[in-house]
């Protein structure tokens, strides 16, 4: 079946910095998306890509949709603490899987104040 | 208004016991779908339904067994409830057909099932 490799597994960091997420893949995907999960919550859409090489920017999350539709990163830059959470890459499609979504084991982002 | 709701939130209960937990969507979504989320926090998809009809059926234990009234209703009733069915199940919902944008899924807050 379709995997996703996410990484990192998980990040403590101090607040301002930069965050580097990403996720890799064997099989093609059409679509990549980044949720993002707070305690006692369910996900919430982040960034959806839709086409190879497509670069999205949501404020202060930019994410990519890798050429060879294996792969996607997300950034966050200048981290505030309510980023604190888990992100999860999820990847749809080919047809021939029905388009189910497929998500990546998250990363857990703790932020130091 | 809640978009994607779920009921109840938390749920204990003893194992060997039957137990429904119920999800309802007020987006005019025509698909929902049913998620296992572990104590690893890795989701999992159990179940899709699109305008009612099962679409998505994973390796799912035949003790869960989902049923939608309706396209805004998705219920999830569990038989003879084991230890390792303990996770946060979280319903979905999107509206993919003719949008060109799948994966977009707007999840309820989940409900936490603790079978002791």
């Known amino acids: 079946g379709q995997q996703l490799n996410q990484s990192p597994q998980s990040m403590f960091i101090q607040e301002g910095e930069d965050v580097s997420m990403n996720c890799t893949s064997s099989?093609?995907?059409?679509?990549w998306l980044w949720y993002k999960q707070d305690p006692g919550e369910g996900p919430v859409l982040l960034i959806a890509?839709?086409?190879?090489?497509e670069l999205t920017s949501n404020g202060r999350l930019t994410a990519q949709f890798g050429i060879t539709r294996k792969d996607s990163f997300l950034n966050i830059s200048a981290s505030i603490p309510s980023d604190v959470g888990i992100y999860f890459c999820?990847?749809?499609?080919?047809?021939?899987?029905?388009?189910?979504?497929?998500f990546g084991a998250g990363t857990i982002l703790r932020v130091k104040s | 208004d809640t978009a994607v709701s779920q009921t109840p939130k938390y749920l204990v209960t003893q194992m060997g016991n039957d137990k429904s937990i119920k999800c309802e969507q007020n987006l005019g979504h025509d698909t929902m779908y049913w998620y296992k989320q572990d104590s690893k926090k890795f989701l999992k998809i159990m179940f899709s339904y699109n305008n009612k009809e099962l679409i998505i059926n994973e390796t799912v234990p035949n003790r869960f067994s989902p049923k939608s009234p309706d396209k805004a209703h998705l219920n999830l009733h569990i038989n003879s409830l084991e230890l390792g069915d303990s996770a946060v199940y979280f319903c979905a919902s999107s509206q993919e057909r003719g949008t060109g944008r799948p994966g977009e899924l707007f999840f309820g807050e989940g409900s936490r099932l603790t079978v002791l």
């Open positions: 999820a990847g749809c499609g080919p047809m021939e899987y029905g388009n189910k979504l497929v």
């Open positions: 099989s093609i995907f059409n679509t």
């Open positions: 890509l839709y086409k190879a090489g």
